[in-house]
Structures are given as C-alpha cells and as structure tokens.
C-alpha cells in the first residue's frame, strides 16, 4: 500500500566540511563551537599515513570525490577543507576550484585562508608559528603567509611524521612549546598549525600567559566558516572576543 506524506520547505543552508581521513579532532571542535546553530555535513579525504609534501599534494586529486560524497541536496553556504599544511601545498584557489568541481556552495574556505584573515581583522604581521611536523613540512605555508603579508621569523615544530600520534601530543606539550616561542619576542600572535592539534581549550590560557592573541587551525577555521557564511560561534581568544563585540 502507497501512503501518501507531505513534504517541508527547505532545510536551511547547510556548512559542508572535508576531514582528513587521519583526523580525529576537527570535526568534534567544530560541532562544539557551533553547537546546534547550523546543518554540519562532514566528509572524509583519503589521507597518508605519513605527512609529507607528496602525501599533501596527492590529496588535490581526491578532492573534487570527497567534496562530491556531500549530500547533494543540501544548499551549501560554505564548504571547508580541513588541512592547513595541504592547503599550503595544493594553494588555496585550487582548493576552491576542486571543491566547486564536486559540490555547489557560496564560499570555500580552508585554514591558511581562514588564518590570513584573522591575521588581517587583528592586524597580526608577525606569528610565531607552532607545527607538529617536519619542518619542511610548513615551507609551503610559510611562503604563503609570507605573501599574503604574515611573516612567521619565529617557528618551532614537534617534527612528528606520523599523523596519528599528533593527534595525541599533550596539551602540556603545546602550552610549554608555544609559550617559548612566543618568548623569543618580536610578534604578534602565536598560531598552532594543524587541524588535528587538540588546541582549541588552551587558547585563552595561552593568551593570559603570553599576553599575545592565539590562533589555531580549527579556531580560524569554524570563525571564518561562520563569516562567510553569517553563522555564530563559541570563538575562543581575542579572535571571538572581538567578533562578538562588533
């Protein structure tokens, strides 16, 4: 027996994330700072075990695919694509065009573009920069930042290859990494590159202790999502302090 139903207007529009296959952290941050305010629909990218620039680099053919497994009905207002260092490597307008190539959406964002952004509503110049990786790792992302006008003279990283140990590298660890450099003076802000990096409780510890704003990837990340986009979030640092006092 057929039964008839009814249908309902629209669902309103939606965020689209791309998650690295290998990660366990950004996904869970970001439905935490934009608790219940949007339609979140995530997809995972096949990603290397190892990060290198080769295992970076290859995730450009497999974007349009893992853009394409979104719903297809959904009306997209943005989609991110959750890899700073892949971002840096791909470049951020070929990131777009991938994306575009597999879903429809208004806006596409990624960490480095999302990173330079905040960096220009704080007219941040100069990061000290905090990787998990090998340093050759964040060449790419330095140059980019460099471009864009962002200098990164202060850098340090944890020069793990393995993503799956990132992910569990203690808060500890990064406070007491950031903290020193961010005490080699000379810049503005202090950023923890990586959407896996479990950072987003520590931020305004890091400011307090510091006295320098505190930018990570998967703050700037769901800050610049909720701009493009008109959504509100639970910002943490002086980043959110100074969205929701405009």
């Not at 439905?31 to 990060?51: F, K, N, Q, Y």
């Not at 979104?70 to 260092?85: K, V």
């Not at 330095?142 to 290859?161: H, K, M, N, W, Y």
Request: charged letters at 20%; aromatic letters at 4%; proline letters at 5%.
């Amino acid at each position: 027996m057929k039964i008839e139903y009814e249908t309902v207007p629209d669902l309103k529009p939606a965020l689209g994330l791309i998650v690295l296959q290998a990660d366990e952290t950004l996904e869970q941050d970001m439905r935490r700072l934009m608790p219940g305010r949007v339609e979140l629909h995530t997809t995972r990218i096949p990603s290397g075990d190892a990060v290198t620039r080769e295992t970076l680099a290859a995730m450009a053919s497999r974007l349009t695919g893992a853009a394409a497994l979104l719903p297809p009905a959904a009306q997209f207002d943005c989609i991110g694509y959750g890899c700073t260092s892949g971002a840096a490597e791909i470049g951020a307008d070929m990131v777009a065009n991938y994306v575009r190539a597999g879903r429809s959406t208004a806006h596409v964002t990624n960490p480095l573009t999302a990173l330079i952004a905040a960096c220009q509503n704080l007219s941040i110049h100069r990061l000290a920069l905090l990787s998990p990786y090998v340093a050759d790792v964040s060449v790419k992302l330095r140059d980019a930042l460099q471009i864009a006008g962002v200098a990164t003279p202060v850098f340090g990283s944890f020069e793990e290859p393995e993503e799956s140990k990132v992910v569990r590298i203690s808060a500890t660890s990064i406070r007491a990494a950031a903290q020193e450099l961010a005490a080699q003076g000379d810049v503005d802000a202090v950023f923890l590159s990586c959407t896996n990096l479990r950072t987003v409780d520590i931020i305004d510890e890091m400011e307090q202790t510091t006295g320098l704003p505190c930018l990570s990837s998967n703050q700037v990340l769901t800050w610049h999502m909720g701009q493009l986009s008109g959504y509100d979030a639970d910002i943490p640092g002086v980043l959110g302090r100074m969205h929701n006092s405009t």
